[in-house]
């Protein structure tokens, strides 16, 4: 357009109806995310139940939460009056979650770059208002759902994959520096652990990911804590690569020595802590074992990568995925063409599978935790019925917390 040109009025109009039209809906604010976050392929919502699934989930009085990463959505389960509800909320790639119980906020960890934790509490009313009505559709779903009340942002070579409330403070595996690092509320963050493998000549090798350190079995300090990775061993061949060696090469770290505690293990995850226990799922094989003295004793074996590990009481419940085609070396004791993505209940006595709940489309399940029914029932967006976008707007405009 030439400088002395004037746009019409008509195409101004129209210009600026775009531009006020975007950014509108509260899923698309809610999660800083792009479009599709208001535009979730139902397909990926879409579930299968086999077993005493939702028996097991009743019994504990909780709401599972749980994240799909490459799906980019964080979900959340409970029975309700005898009913199941399922809900949701688009994050970008989400991965670590920890339950600070205590406070009732949920932390969720988001790895596109630059990382990002996301701080979740349950809605606990409604400011008074006079320019809308405060009612609200009626579904648990917008019972004291979760709502995000802060994000802090972090460079994204950490790598950020688990998150654990160790003494009572929030903390994660930075994978890209192999170190376990505290984050505080302020987003400074701090390096308080790493094995001392990674360690040349004295001193640690924080530039690269060498070793994929990427759970946290937390105790009571970072001492007392125990964390997983798939080799203790720094190389030219690292985690990603095609080449990269995995079969039997993982280990537990102790908090304590820095050292193993246990080997032979198969890309290991979501190690935790359970009555005394180190429990990690021994992904490349589809299991959750327990590691017992210097090995391990397998507890159940799973059609998936297994990947997401929480308890109640006598029961675990662990994640499986597929196995990306490109990484198909990783899961040597895998029937990789058969493994689905789901969350499944398992006794943890005698390791009978009691239900199972599989996403046909789903893809990479994460972390999975616990939170209690009587605080929040899951998100605001609930699955198998029709958006509510006016009540999704009165939500967001004046919830209070």
């Not at 003494?167 to 505080?184: C, D, F, I, K, T």
């Not at 003295?293 to 929480?310: D, E, K, N, Q, S």
């Not at 990479?364 to 198998?384: C, K, N």
Request: net charge neutral; aromatic share 10%.
């Amino acid at each position: 357009m030439k400088s002395n040109d004037s746009p019409a009025a008509e195409e101004l109009s129209a210009l600026w109806a775009r531009h006020n039209a975007r950014w509108r809906d509260p899923a698309q604010i809610a999660s800083h995310m792009w479009d599709g976050a208001a535009g979730v392929d139902p397909e990926l919502l879409r579930y299968e139940v086999s077993g005493a699934w939702w028996e097991a989930l009743a019994a504990t009085g909780a709401t599972l939460l749980v994240t799909r990463e490459y799906e980019h959505l964080a979900m959340a389960m409970c029975v309700d009056d005898g009913a199941p509800v399922l809900s949701y909320m688009s994050l970008p790639h989400p991965s670590g979650l920890a339950v600070d119980a205590a406070r009732g906020i949920v932390h969720i960890a988001s790895t596109r770059n630059p990382n990002q934790v996301f701080d979740l509490a349950p809605a606990k009313g409604r400011l008074a208002r006079l320019d809308v009505d405060g009612r609200l559709p009626k579904h648990p779903s917008f019972e004291r759902p979760l709502v995000p009340v802060r994000s802090r942002f972090f460079p994204g070579c950490f790598y950020i994959h688990d998150l654990a409330l160790v003494g009572g403070a929030l903390h994660a595996n930075s994978v890209g520096q192999n170190a376990v690092v505290r984050l505080y509320d302020d987003g400074s963050s701090e390096r308080v652990w790493w094995p001392r493998c990674i360690e040349v000549d004295g001193e640690p090798v924080f530039g690269q990911n060498h070793i994929q350190l990427n759970s946290i079995a937390a105790g009571g300090d970072v001492a007392s804590s125990y964390y997983s990775a798939s080799t203790d061993r720094v190389s030219a061949r690292r985690p990603g690569h095609k080449n990269f060696p995995v079969d039997a090469r993982g280990v537990v770290f102790s908090g304590a020595t820095r050292e193993p505690v246990v080997r032979g293990l198969t890309r290991p995850h979501s190690a935790r802590l359970h009555k005394g226990r180190i429990w990690v799922d021994n992904s490349g094989y589809g299991e959750v074992v327990i590691v017992d003295g210097g090995g391990f004793t397998p507890v159940v074996r799973l059609p998936g990568w297994t990947r997401g590990l929480c308890f109640h009481a006598d029961v675990a419940f662990v994640g499986t995925s597929r196995v990306i085609p490109r990484f198909r070396q990783y899961a040597p004791g895998l029937d990789v063409d058969h493994s689905v993505c789901g969350i499944h209940a398992v006794d943890t006595g005698s390791g009978r599978v009691l239900g199972s709940l599989v996403w046909p489309y789903g893809n990479q399940l994460f972390a999975i935790d616990t939170i209690s029914s009587r605080l929040t029932r899951g998100f605001p967006f609930p699955v198998g019925a029709k958006r509510a976008l006016e009540g999704e707007k009165k939500l967001f405009y004046a919830f209070k917390v």
